[in-house]
Structure formats: C-alpha cells, structure tokens
C-alpha cells in the first residue's frame, strides 16, 4: 500500500527525492498497513542533528485504544547524520522545504519519500494545471484516432 501526498506535485517544484525511515507506534504501522494515513499539509522540520514529520497524520487503527492517540503528533525520521546535514545546508541556503510524497511498505519497514522543493506561485501552478489538461487532450486525441 502506497498513500501519496496529493498536493505536493501540484504546490511544490520537486528539486531531490529522499528516502527515509520514521519512527511508529505499533498501532500506527498496522494503520498504515491498512492505508489510514494522511499526508497532506505536513513538512518536516530539522532540530539539532534530528528530523521530525509535523502534522502527519495515522488515524487510529480500530482494534486499539483510541484513549489519549494523536493523530498528527510529531514523528521522528530515520535519517544518517550526513544525509540531515546536507539537507539542513540546503535549506539555509536557497529557498526550500522538505516535504513529504509518499509513504509505503518496503520489505515489511515502513519507508517515506520526501523531496526537497521549492513552492510555486499561484500563477505557477495554474500554467502547471493547464500544461496537464493539454496533455491529456493531446494523449486523448492520439487514442481516438487510432480507433478509427
């Protein structure tokens, strides 16, 4: 099971993808085994020499004790020191974000895609939104000629 941040292609140039670990509550993995999760509007933060996923969030999974469970608490990845350096010297650098795209089942570990961006303008987006809409015309046009 794959769960995609849907709003990140669309709102974010992608400059770099990353893969990454994240530290889960069991209740959480089997969560998101089921595909309880939720990625949008989460980003990740650097502190230090660690790195933490801010509102996430893994709904409850339905056989466990929903008592005191936050969904969108603050999770820690799983990133080598070297990795979170680089990351934090290209943030300070240049004007980007570390975001989440994906989070999904690799040999039985839960993994997460992030990807270093840049935000887009909203007029950005909208020239984005359009090129897609005329590609899709044009791959439309293109099958509807081979069925005649």
Same mark, same amino acid.
């Given at each position: 099971?794959?769960?995609?941040? *849907?709003? $990140?292609?669309?709102?974010?140039?992608?400059?770099?993808?990353?893969?990454?670990?994240?530290?889960?509550?069991?209740? %959480?993995?089997?969560?998101?085994?089921? /595909?309880?999760? !939720?990625?949008?509007?989460?980003?990740?933060?650097? @502190? /230090?020499?660690?790195?933490? @996923?801010?509102?996430?969030?893994?709904?409850?999974? *339905?056989?466990?004790?929903?008592? /005191?469970?936050?969904? !969108?608490?603050?999770?820690?990845?799983?990133?080598? *020191?070297?990795?979170?350096?680089?990351?934090?010297?290209?943030?300070?650098?240049?004007?980007?974000?570390?975001?989440?795209?994906?989070?999904?089942?690799?040999?039985?570990?839960?993994?997460?895609? @992030? $990807?270093?961006?840049?935000?887009?303008?909203?007029?950005?987006?909208?020239?984005?939104?359009?090129?897609? !809409?005329?590609?899709? %015309?044009?791959?439309?046009?293109?099958?509807?000629?081979?069925?005649?």
């Amino acid at each position: 099971m794959k769960i995609f941040n *849907k709003n $990140a292609p669309s709102s974010y140039a992608i400059i770099e993808k990353i893969e990454s670990g994240i530290v889960l509550l069991g209740s %959480e993995v089997k969560a998101i085994k089921e /595909g309880h999760a !939720d990625l949008s509007g989460s980003y990740v933060k650097i @502190l /230090g020499s660690e790195a933490y @996923l801010v509102n996430a969030k893994v709904f409850p999974y *339905k056989y466990a004790r929903a008592e /005191g469970y936050q969904e !969108d608490r603050t999770r820690k990845l799983l990133l080598h *020191k070297k990795e979170i350096l680089v990351l934090k010297g290209r943030l300070t650098q240049a004007n980007y974000t570390i975001i989440p795209l994906s989070i999904y089942i690799h040999n039985g570990i839960i993994k997460l895609e @992030l $990807a270093l961006a840049r935000g887009r303008k909203t007029y950005e987006k909208k020239r984005v939104l359009k090129e897609r !809409d005329l590609q899709r %015309e044009a791959e439309q046009d293109l099958k509807n000629m081979g069925k005649m």
